[in-house]
Nanobody, 124 residues
Framework: QVQLVESGGGLVQAGGSLRLSCAAS????????MGWFRQAPGKERDFVAA????????TYVDSVKGRFTISRDNAKNTVYLQMNSLKPEDTAVYYC?????????????????WGQGTQVTVSS
């Protein structure tokens, strides 16, 4: 059983930056593909980014390409989401998730473990 705890959310002005962290415990972190999802008020949860076990493969939703970067430190059991040039439409609760598959996937249903989420609010 893997436990995931997100941190780093907050309130930021448009154009600003935040770095989210997701600390994992209870499992062998390097065995998991990791993903970030987000859920805006009144909307479904959507894929944002994912990274392979070793960090060599990443994938992003088009709306964040060039602005967000996913990375991981397997020695620290942590995955990050660096978010730059934030926009009001990035406002959401951000969740990290862990998947035992070897390649990053965008499919929410494929992920086995989820964190509790961290709120990101971008003001205009």
């Amino acid at each position: 059983q893997v436990q995931l705890v997100e941190s780093g959310g907050g309130l930021v002005q448009a154009g600003g930056s935040l770095r989210l962290s997701c600390a994992a415990s209870g499992g062998i972190f390097s065995r998991y593909t990791m993903g970030w999802f987000r859920q805006a008020p009144g909307k479904e949860r959507d894929f944002v980014a994912a990274i392979s076990r070793g960090g060599g493969a990443t994938t992003y939703v088009d709306s964040v390409k060039g602005r967000f970067t996913i990375s991981r430190d397997n020695a620290k059991n942590t995955v990050y989401l660096q978010m730059n040039s934030l926009k009001p439409e990035d406002t959401a609760v951000y969740y990290c998730a862990a998947d035992l598959r070897s390649l990053p996937t965008r499919q929410e249903v494929e992920y086995d473990y989820w964190g509790q989420g961290t709120q990101v609010t971008v003001s205009s």
